[in-house]
Every structure is written in C-alpha cells, then in structure tokens.
C-alpha cells in the first residue's frame, strides 16, 4: 500500500490521481477534491518529506493521538503549524487568525450587524467582548514579516474567495456535516461583497490590525521559520487540541499540520451575539467555519488533505 502511495503523491504527480489516492487508500480529502487550494502550502510542493511517515502522521493524527486538552471554550490560536523559537504555542483551540476568526465570523454570519463600520473597529469590539468575558485572546506575526498571520495578511483575498467560491467552500464543508442552507450562503456572500466594495474597510497596513488587538488585551506570539504544513487537522473532539510539538517529536520539525479546533465554533458563536436564537448561533458558527475553510483555500495548496479527528 504504501509503495503505491508514494508512487502518486511524488512531486509534480498528477494531483487527481494523488486526490484518489488519499481518498480510497486513506479515507482523506484534499482541497483540491472540492476545486480548493489556490495557495501553495501542501505536500505536492515538498521535497523533504518521507511518503511512509506522511501517511503514519495522517492516520495517527485522525486517531486522535496527538490530541491534548485544553481550556478555552473559544478559538485562542492560530491554525498555523509553526511554533516559537521555543518550539512551543500558547495554550489554547486553534482557528484561523486565533482570535480574529471570531472578527471575521461575526462579520460574516450576522445580517444585523452595522455595516458602515470597519474590520479596525470590529476587531477593538470582539476583543473588548471576550475580553470582558473572561477570555484569553491571541493573534500572531512571524519573524520575517510585516504581518506574519496570512488569516490577518490575507483578510481581503479571503473575503474575495469567499464571494468566489461559496459553492466549493459548501460543498467541503457539507463533506463534514456542517450544512450551509442558500439563505444562509446569501447572507454570508452579501456580506462579503459589501466589505470588498465598502472603501477603507481592510486597513492597507494589515499589521494594524494585529497591533489593535494587543492594544485591546490580545496576546501575541511571534512564530518562527516557513510555513511546513502537510494537512488541515480538522479537530471535533471538545475540550482538546492538537499537539503541533508532539508530531515534531514523532516525525521531525519538517512535520507540521493547520489545526482547526472546529468544536469551538458554536460555542464561539454564543459568546458573539446577544440572543438565544439557535439559528442565529448557528449562522455565526457557519461563518466562522466559511472563513476557515476560505483561509485554508487562500493559503493551501490543492494537495492538502482535511484530516479529521472525531
Ligand atoms: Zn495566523
């Protein structure tokens, strides 16, 4: 089995055969199952990579073994497979942009929400509201740029592929069990449109945007090196995270994976809105997952398989 794997996911291999692969030999989609992945970051793009421990991560990582648990109820981290210089990561569940997922989830899932304000105001408010809820937020940068968080750097590509690719972004995340209905897909995509057209609303300086979450409370964490991830963990067991140090330990620091703590994301979503409204708790919680999808898609190459732990 594993010599047939690596016969197909070489460098330069067909990626629909690779695809196939995956699928029917592994049990994992990749991105570019669901035309995604307009990004770089995969494992059709490495050259350091040995086939066997791919595949040993892959199902190691859906049995759950590199689960930790953790407090937060909420998304603290980034998805970013990288570490800081001492090898390790705030404690916390991770989604794309740490805390700003919850920014641009709101943003995204709450027709109500006032339009004329701008992702610098959205993002003072959602962290003064965790803030004041008693919890911890993060965002990051890197070492080698001026906004090292591609969630943050890449806000608007992000938004533009989701007016884009709504469909595609649907239909992966149907894959696992999250079901966008059209009322839903149009509100979110209205949205999107509006801010790409609202002038100003993306701050041209996208390191602003880091810095007003400090300036509010957020923390922040400065990861090291280039970007190494081989998969998108898309964790649902509650209560944990994926440990990114104890895969390194297993496989080798070329060995990292997004993380995508997906059980955090209706509880995030309650904390977001004032209601008790389910559907308007679950259309928030949908954005959020839209978004995560989406940054992944912006940032990930085709061949990034979705490895999902339940
Ligand atoms: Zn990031």
């Known amino acids: 089995m594993f010599e047939k794997i690596k016969d197909f996911i070489g460098l330069g291999k067909n990626s629909s055969m690779q695809d196939e692969v995956l699928e029917q030999e592994l049990g994992f989609s990749s991105l570019g199952k669901f035309n995604l992945g307009a990004g770089s970051i995969g494992p059709a793009n490495r050259t350091d990579i040995d086939q066997n421990f791919l595949n040993d ?6 049995n759950g073994e590199f689960n930790k648990t ?33 920014v641009y989830g709101s943003d995204l899932g709450n027709p109500e929400a006032q339009t004329e304000k701008t992702e610098l105001q959205l993002t003072t408010e959602i962290i003064n509201t965790l803030k004041q809820k008693g919890f911890e937020t993060s965002v990051h940068g890197d070492n080698h740029s001026s906004c090292g968080c591609g969630a943050c750097a890449k806000a608007r590509d992000v938004y533009q592929h989701i007016a884009n690719n709504i469909d ?5 995340a149907s894959q696992y069990c999250i079901n966008i209905s059209d009322e839903e ?5 209205k949205r999107a449109h ?8 993306f701050h041209e300086n996208r390191s602003s945007i880091l810095k007003a979450a400090q300036e509010n409370g957020a923390n922040y964490e400065e990861l090291v090196s280039a970007h190494n991830e081989l998969g998108i963990a898309l964790n649902t067991r509650a209560g944990t995270t994926v440990d990114r140090a104890a895969i390194r330990a297993a496989f080798g620091p070329q060995y990292d994976i997004f993380v995508v703590d997906a059980w955090t994301f209706n509880s995030a979503a309650k904390e977001l809105i004032n209601s008790d ?3 308007s708790i679950a259309l928030i919680a949908k954005a959020i997952a839209v978004q995560n999808v989406a940054t992944a898609s912006v940032l990930g190459h085709a061949s990034l398989p979705i490895i999902p732990i339940t």
């Open 57 to 62: 991560m892959y199902k190691r990582l859906a």
């Open 70 to 102: 953790v407090v937060s109820t909420v998304p603290v981290i980034c998805v970013d497979g990288r570490t800081r210089a001492d090898g390790t990561r705030i404690d916390g569940p991770s989604a794309a942009g740490g805390s700003l997922t919850m």
């Open 168 to 172: 595609n972004i649907i239909k992966l």
């Open 185 to 189: 897909k149009s509100i979110m995509v």
């Open 194 to 201: 509006q801010r790409l057209q609202q002038p100003n609303f």
């Open 277 to 279: 409204n389910d559907q």
